[in-house]
């Protein structure tokens, strides 16, 4: 069982803002950075979103991170179809002393 | 910037394997790097890091695989290294190293990691 708990759908219609919530405790989201990835099927996971809402060279300003308290979200403003992947959140947990990740989130353009 | 993993087999439990990502178009003595793992069908899971030479080239790993698995570096050569003794089914994954930036930041909480490489497949079986 995760230690980050992700819905494990989201959609939305094109151009709609839909957004991921990434739930977690003191101990990790509560103290530390979230991360965000995408994941295509079948491909490897990309980095999207970095301390919390910092995005890396190239991907797309609809993509927009955010943390409070103990949980984050990522948020993607005018969805498109090539937004169709799975995301994680992903946080370092201070009583586990690693890194963790929630369950991922797929994400349907309808 | 290009990571590509390499060394994945089917192996029986208990047996050990040494998997290799070669890293292309920057140096990897430059970062830390980072082995992560994604059993079939199942989310992502972070097996551990080593840090930079100049930070010592300490690792740091995740509890299933501590007693385990050892991660190494070949700056020279440009490559990673992740070594899976006393193997387990339950290890049976696709396995992804990263380059991880750190910032200088030495608490790895600070980390993230970009780009991945395609993933090498461990299969754990009798």
């Known amino acids: 069982q995760p230690v980050l708990t992700q819905p494990p759908s989201a959609s939305g219609t094109p151009g709609e803002l839909v957004t991921i919530s990434c739930s977690g405790s003191?101990?990790?989201?509560?103290?530390?950075?979230v991360f965000w990835y995408q994941q295509f099927p079948g491909t490897a996971p990309k980095l999207l979103i970095y301390?919390?809402?910092w995005r890396p060279s190239g991907v797309p300003d609809r993509f927009s991170g955010s943390r409070s308290g103990t949980s984050a979200s990522l948020a993607i403003s005018g969805l498109r179809s090539e937004d169709e992947a799975e995301y994680f959140c992903s946080a370092w947990d201070d009583t586990l002393n690693g890194l963790i990740f929630g369950g991922g989130t797929k994400v349907t353009a309808l | 910037v290009q990571l590509v993993e390499s060394g994945g087999a089917l192996v029986q439990p208990g047996r050990s394997l040494r998997l290799s990502c070669t890293a292309s178009g920057f140096r990897i003595a430059d970062y830390a790097m980072g082995w992560f793992r994604q059993a079939p069908g199942r989310g992502l899971e972070w097996v551990g890091f080593?840090?930079?030479?100049?930070?010592?080239?300490?690792?740091k790993y995740a509890a299933p695989v501590r007693d385990r698995f050892i991660i190494s570096r070949n700056d020279v050569g440009n490559v990673a290294y992740l070594q899976m003794n006393s193997l387990k089914t339950d290890d049976t994954a696709l396995y992804y190293c990263s380059r991880t930036m750190t910032d200088n930041a030495i608490f790895a909480g600070e980390w993230w990691s970009d780009p991945w490489g395609q993933g090498t497949l461990v299969t754990v079986s009798s």
């Open positions: 080593i840090r930079r030479r100049t930070y010592g080239g300490t690792t």
């Open positions: 301390q919390d809402q």
């Open positions: 003191n101990s990790n989201l509560g103290s530390n950075y």
